[in-house]
């Protein structure tokens, strides 16, 4: 299994980007979908994820940071193999590292991208 992250860039503060990361090989259902981000000097944390082929209400119900406030959007596009993470309103404060994941959850076995920078100055 591979993840292969794109779309980082540098943007101004109030900017917008739209991450993307195409999944390659078998993965299994149900699974998570996530992102994250790590931050110059700073542990890695949550930034969105998804359920994806699972049971009930956590069925495709995203969570996100705390800090995320209603500006970004995880998505996923299940026949490209592609999930999305599309940000606004971008601060500098987000400038990080951002990393795609995928937690099998029949096989336990997690998996992360290469990660894609971020940079937001202001």
């Known amino acids: 299994v591979q993840l292969q992250a794109s779309g980082g860039g540098s943007v101004q503060a109030g900017g917008s980007l739209e991450l993307s990361c195409v999944v390659s090989g078998d993965i299994f259902s149900p699974n998570v979908m996530g992102w994250y981000r790590r931050a110059p000097g700073k542990e890695r944390e949550l930034v969105a994820r998804?359920?994806?082929?699972?049971?009930?209400?956590?069925?495709?119900?995203?969570d996100y940071g705390d800090f995320v406030k209603g500006r970004f959007t995880i998505s996923r596009d299940n026949p490209k193999r592609t999930m999305y993470l599309q940000m606004t309103s971008l601060k500098p404060e987000d400038t990080a590292v951002y990393y795609c994941?995928?937690?099998?959850?029949?096989?336990?076995?997690?998996?992360w991208g290469q990660g894609t920078l971020v940079t937001v100055s202001s």
């Open positions: 998804l359920v994806n082929g699972g049971i009930g209400p956590a069925d495709g119900s995203p």
């Open positions: 994941s995928v937690h099998d959850l029949r096989t336990l076995k997690l998996y």
